[in-house]
């Protein structure tokens, strides 16, 4: 996506200039994750990805359910996840790769860039299958109209097949416009929808005792047939950006999210024993709905001084998210076994009851300074009002409404000290949420509240030699902490303060070796508020530490030809809330390659990788006490031609 990034960036060019009316021609062949990433903190390309953070996990908490997504840098409220189509990489925003990025987020930020259709026909296909069975095919190109109007387009049609034995069938199919009108204005008007068939709910593991479950043999569903989700995802939006003065830059976000749940379920195998007896349990949830509206308008000023150059921002964020949960039906398939497979006919009718409603709006108004002054350093803010109002209908209960009007705030300030050596340090106080109740909740799938949260970093970013750069810092991170009541109610039992540190290492080794390191180290601490039964003082699923190693060595041997491997070890994990029941460390090894080449004069690049290599399956967390399992050894690939 991006090259080695300087820690001194154009901001006049950044925050200033449309972007470049001539597009780059289509092309999807050069697409790799380690060559590309400008740090080991999270970054995504097309099929691939890597990184010690990402849109669910970032110092220890999530990101995408902190509601902390931006298109193009600008707010976006997301239901339903973008389609690949659409999105041509993913960066993490952390400590300094976050440095005079406007609005900062304490649970850091998914930066999320859509594809620029271009100025020149074009277009890639991409084949994509794995040893599961998957398989799929993808087009995605470019078609000029006019000279100020460009299309892009892509479609999608896969059928995947999932490492616990379930599958389904989906396509997408998404549309891109760019329009230039005048000098200085741009408008890029896109559209997705995806609908997703028959996928089999897959089936999580809940232990009688403090123990970790057995878990079915790879690649074996033992739920009905019947049990599968049907839905269809959708997300438009509108980008524009006009150059309304010299230094004058209005920019204008613009988005609708939907996710409709045309029906679900979900596979529980409860009490579960050691020798993997349990109780089948299934719940069947009707039809719901849940869709946003939010966006961003915002006027940046910039005045060069000299050396020195300040930037202003002036935004206005907006949302209104609608969400239908609840009223949920239950089947109890009676005793059951790992390696069983429940056969029960599917009910003529499900006895649904009513649903519950939430409706979030929320304002906020930012001002924003972001001042740098060339080989000695930066200093950036931000300060915002937010006006919250969530609106909770349940059903037989009075109205709930929940209002907050907090002062968001942050700063942070970096120096260069000696050479290319640069030290920082920050803080911020964001109003974020907290995604839902897990589903083995009394209360499952219900809209947790909005939260107050907090962090302070600090550290340094070096060249090791001109290709190499490095960063580390340490950060804490203070917010309100979820867990289960005595009645099994999900709802905030405590704070937990997460204190770590993080480094990243990345660069070219030689002309021919890339390399891509970091590592996150936490120490998280739970403070428990009120009687709410036994809780420990380690939060759920934060492992002690997460190490990755990425290499790509473009091989001498035959032209085109690069091979690569992928490290991981992650740290012992606490998988209760009472902390009587911890995941084992585990290590990943994947091992792969590109080769590029032509075929009929044009570029093409066939990807092979062999992912767990050691067969180190283990145990996977979707909330207190509730497990699944990761994938075993399998093989994936697919073949890019770009025409």
Same mark, same amino acid.
């Given at each position: 996506?991006?090259?080695?990034?300087?820690?001194?960036?154009?901001?006049?060019?950044?925050?200033?200039?449309?972007?470049?009316?001539?597009?780059?021609?289509?092309?999807?062949?050069?697409?790799?994750?380690?060559?590309?990433?400008?740090?080991?903190?999270?970054?995504?390309?097309?099929?691939?990805?890597?990184?010690?953070?990402?849109?669910?996990?970032?110092?220890?908490?999530?990101?995408?359910?902190?509601?902390?997504?931006?298109?193009?840098?600008?707010?976006?409220?997301?239901?339903?996840?973008?389609?690949?189509?659409?999105?041509?990489?993913?960066?993490?925003?952390?400590?300094?790769?976050?440095?005079?990025?406007?609005?900062?987020?304490?649970?850091?930020?998914?930066?999320?860039?859509?594809?620029?259709?271009?100025?020149?026909?074009?277009?890639?296909?991409?084949?994509?299958?794995?040893?599961?069975?998957?398989?799929?095919?993808?087009?995605?190109?470019?078609?000029?109209?006019?000279?100020?109007?460009?299309?892009?387009?892509?479609?999608?049609?896969?059928?995947?097949?999932?490492?616990?034995?379930? $599958?389904?069938?989906?396509?997408? *199919? +998404?549309?891109? &416009?760019?329009? #230039?009108?005048?000098?200085? =204005?741009?408008?890029? /008007?896109?559209?997705?929808?995806?609908?997703?068939?028959?996928?089999?709910?897959?089936?999580?593991?809940?232990?009688?005792?403090?123990?970790?479950?057995?878990?079915?043999?790879?690649?074996?569903?033992?739920?009905?047939?019947?049990?599968?989700?049907?839905?269809?995802?959708?997300?438009?939006?509108?980008?524009?950006?006009?150059?309304?003065?010299?230094?004058?830059?209005?920019?204008?976000?613009?988005?609708?999210?939907?996710?409709?749940?045309?029906?679900?379920?979900?596979?529980?195998?409860?009490?579960?024993?050691?020798?993997?007896?349990?109780?089948?349990?299934?719940?069947? $949830?009707?039809?719901?709905?849940? *869709? +946003?509206?939010? &966006?961003?308008? #915002?006027?940046?000023?910039? =005045?060069?001084?000299? /050396?020195?150059?300040?930037?202003?921002?002036?935004?206005?964020?907006?949302?209104?998210?609608?969400?239908?949960?609840?009223?949920?039906?239950?089947?109890?398939?009676?005793?059951?076994?790992?390696?069983?497979?429940?056969?029960?006919?599917?009910?003529?009718?499900?006895?649904?009851?009513?649903?519950?409603?939430?409706?979030?709006?929320?304002?906020?108004?930012?001002?924003?300074?972001?001042?740098?002054?060339?080989?000695?350093?930066?200093?950036?803010?931000?300060?915002?009002?937010?006006?919250?109002?969530?609106?909770?209908?349940?059903?037989?209960?009075?109205?709930?409404?929940?209002?907050?009007?907090?002062?968001?705030?942050?700063?942070?300030?970096?120096?260069?000290?000696?050479?290319?050596?640069?030290?920082?340090?920050?803080?911020?106080?964001?109003?974020?949420?907290?995604?839902?109740?897990?589903?083995?909740?009394?209360?499952?799938?219900?809209?947790?509240?909005?939260?107050?949260?907090?962090?302070?970093?600090?550290?340094?970013?070096?060249?090791?030699?001109?290709?190499?750069?490095?960063?580390?810092?340490?950060?804490?991170?203070?917010?309100?902490?979820?867990?289960?009541?005595?009645?099994?109610?999900?709802?905030?039992?405590?704070?937990?303060?997460?204190?770590?540190?993080?480094?990243?290492?990345?660069?070219?080794?030689?002309?021919?070796?890339?390399?891509?390191?970091?590592?996150?180290?936490?120490?998280?601490?739970?403070?428990?508020?009120?009687?709410?039964?036994?809780?420990?003082?380690?939060?759920?699923?934060?492992?002690?530490?997460?190490?990755?190693?990425?290499?790509?060595?473009?091989?001498?041997?035959?032209?085109?030809?690069?091979?690569?491997?992928?490290?991981?070890?992650?740290?012992?994990?606490?998988?209760?809330?009472?902390?009587?029941?911890?995941?084992?460390?585990?290590?990943?090894?994947?091992?792969?390659?590109?080769?590029?080449?032509?075929?009929?004069?044009?570029?093409?690049?066939?990807?092979?990788?062999?992912?767990?290599?050691?067969?180190?399956?283990?145990?996977?967390?979707?909330?207190?006490?509730?497990?699944?399992?990761?994938?075993?050894?399998?093989?994936?690939?697919?073949?890019?031609?770009?025409?």
């Amino acid at each position: 996506m991006i090259g080695r990034p300087r820690f001194f960036l154009n901001v006049a060019a950044a925050a200033l200039t449309c972007t470049s009316a001539a597009a780059h021609a289509q092309s999807r062949s050069d697409e790799n994750a380690v060559t590309q990433a400008e740090d080991a903190f999270g970054f995504s390309v097309g099929r691939e990805s890597l990184g010690i953070y990402n849109a669910g996990n970032a110092r220890g908490f999530s990101p995408a359910a902190a509601g902390n997504l931006r298109i193009n840098g600008l707010y976006f409220d997301q239901e339903y996840n973008l389609a690949g189509t659409l999105v041509d990489s993913v960066s993490i925003k952390v400590g300094l790769s976050a440095q005079g990025y406007p609005f900062a987020a304490p649970s850091g930020i998914v930066d999320q860039t859509l594809r620029r259709p271009s100025d020149k026909a074009g277009a890639s296909i991409v084949a994509n299958f794995d040893s599961f069975g998957t398989f799929g095919a993808e087009i995605d190109g470019s078609q000029p109209v006019t000279s100020k109007l460009s299309l892009g387009y892509g479609v999608n049609v896969t059928r995947v097949a999932f490492p616990d034995g379930t $599958d389904n069938f989906n396509h997408t *199919v +998404s549309l891109i &416009g760019l329009w #230039r009108p005048a000098p200085g =204005i741009e408008v890029m /008007p896109f559209w997705a929808v995806t609908d997703d068939f028959n996928d089999e709910a897959g089936i999580f593991y809940v232990p009688a005792g403090n123990f970790l479950p057995k878990l079915p043999r790879p690649h074996h569903y033992e739920g009905p047939g019947w049990a599968d989700y049907r839905y269809t995802g959708f997300n438009t939006g509108l980008l524009a950006s006009a150059r309304l003065a010299q230094n004058w830059v209005l920019r204008l976000g613009a988005f609708r999210s939907d996710n409709d749940l045309k029906h679900s379920f979900t596979n529980i195998l409860d009490q579960e024993q050691p020798d993997g007896s349990g109780e089948r349990l299934l719940f069947a $949830d009707p039809h719901v709905k849940s *869709v +946003s509206n939010s &966006g961003e308008i #915002r006027l940046t000023h910039s =005045i060069p001084d000299g /050396p020195r150059l300040h930037v202003f921002h002036l935004s206005l964020r907006e949302r209104d998210a609608r969400r239908e949960f609840g009223g949920s039906d239950f089947i109890d398939f009676g005793p059951g076994r790992i390696g069983e497979d429940v056969t029960a006919p599917e009910p003529a009718s499900f006895n649904f009851g009513e649903k519950s409603h939430d409706q979030v709006r929320q304002t906020t108004f930012g001002l924003a300074y972001d001042g740098r002054w060339k080989n000695v350093g930066e200093i950036s803010f931000g300060i915002s009002q937010a006006r919250f109002r969530k609106e909770t209908v349940l059903p037989g209960e009075p109205v709930a409404v929940t209002r907050s009007n907090p002062l968001l705030y942050n700063a942070t300030a970096a120096a260069n000290i000696i050479g290319s050596v640069a030290i920082y340090a920050g803080y911020a106080r964001g109003l974020e949420e907290s995604g839902t109740a897990p589903p083995n909740a009394a209360n499952r799938n219900e809209p947790l509240p909005a939260i107050l949260t907090q962090q302070k970093d600090a550290g340094l970013r070096f060249n090791i030699t001109k290709s190499i750069k490095a960063a580390a810092g340490v950060f804490d991170l203070t917010r309100p902490y979820f867990g289960f009541d005595s009645a099994n109610i999900y709802r905030q039992i405590g704070t937990v303060e997460s204190r770590g540190a993080e480094f990243s290492v990345s660069g070219s080794v030689t002309p021919r070796l890339d390399v891509v390191a970091g590592g996150m180290f936490l120490d998280p601490k739970v403070t428990a508020s009120g009687a709410v039964g036994n809780i420990g003082s380690k939060p759920v699923g934060l492992p002690t530490h997460l190490i990755i190693s990425n290499a790509n060595w473009k091989t001498p041997i035959l032209k085109g030809l690069e091979l690569d491997v992928a490290m991981m070890h992650r740290g012992r994990t606490p998988a209760t809330t009472d902390n009587l029941v911890f995941l084992p460390p585990r290590a990943r090894v994947d091992v792969g390659g590109h080769y590029r080449f032509k075929i009929a004069g044009r570029s093409a690049t066939f990807r092979l990788q062999l992912v767990n290599l050691f067969n180190n399956i283990g145990w996977g967390l979707a909330g207190s006490g509730v497990y699944t399992s990761n994938p075993e050894r399998y093989v994936q690939g697919y073949l890019t031609v770009d025409f």
